[in-house]
């Protein structure tokens, strides 16, 4: 029994199945513009880089992973606070409909490690945050106090609140190859 040309269809099967999924989400892929606004606290809100953050470089958008990190720049006197996320999206002055957000959350801490003859800059994921795109979650402010660090080893504390969103434009009502305006409110308060 010859296996060869069984092998053969198989991988044409296989193949055939990757192009088509490929083309798939390529066709369902639909270009965002992404514009962050930050209400309630005084919140750093800068792209997942280290240089940012330590310089404290604002941004009004989501870097090209969908991400955005935080951090608290004042003293409120508490830690528990509750983050909420407003997510409007339109297509040339238009609501969208359709589309599904969704956000994850991470501690991280932020540092640059100082060890010559290189060195290296590092943001790293800690403990994942529960957050969900609807209603408000619980959030630790302590943990994203800003506090930029260079050293040997890494700091022992948290130094930022990482968001990554994403968004399946899959169902919406917009023609495929043309940009959705997102609009993201992320609001950091009391209650």
């Given amino acids: 029994m010859n296996l060869k040309p069984k092998v053969s269809l198989l991988f044409l099967c296989v193949l055939l199945i990757s192009v088509v999924s490929a083309a798939i989400v390529v066709y369902y892929s639909k270009p965002f513009n992404h514009t962050i606004i930050r209400t309630g ?15 404290k470089i604002v941004t009004t958008s989501l870097d090209e992973t969908g991400s955005v990190i935080l951090s608290i720049t004042t003293d409120y006197g508490v830690s528990a606070m ?18 599904i957000s969704n956000v994850q ?12 003859p290189s060195s290296l800059d590092h943001i790293d994921k ?24 260079e050293g ?27 940009p959705i305006d997102l609009v993201i409110t992320v609001t950091i308060s009391s209650g």
Wanted: net charge negative; aromatic share 14%; proline share 5%.
């Fill in 152 to 178: 040997n080893v890494p700091p022992t504390t948290t130094n930022g609140l990482l968001l990554t969103f994403s968004f399946d434009s899959s169902n919406t009502n917009v023609p495929v190859d043309k």
């Fill in 126 to 149: 800690v403990e994942e945050v529960p957050v969900t795109i609807e209603g408000s979650s619980a959030i630790d402010i302590n943990r994203m106090r800003y506090g930029y660090y």
């Fill in 105 to 116: 959350a991470w501690y991280v801490t932020i540092w640059h490690y100082l060890q010559l």
């Fill in 82 to 99: 509750f983050i909420t996320f407003q997510v409007d999206a339109t297509y040339q002055g238009s609501e969208v409909t359709g589309l």
């Fill in 41 to 55: 606290l005084d919140v750093l809100a800068c792209k997942p880089s280290v240089a940012d953050y330590r310089d």
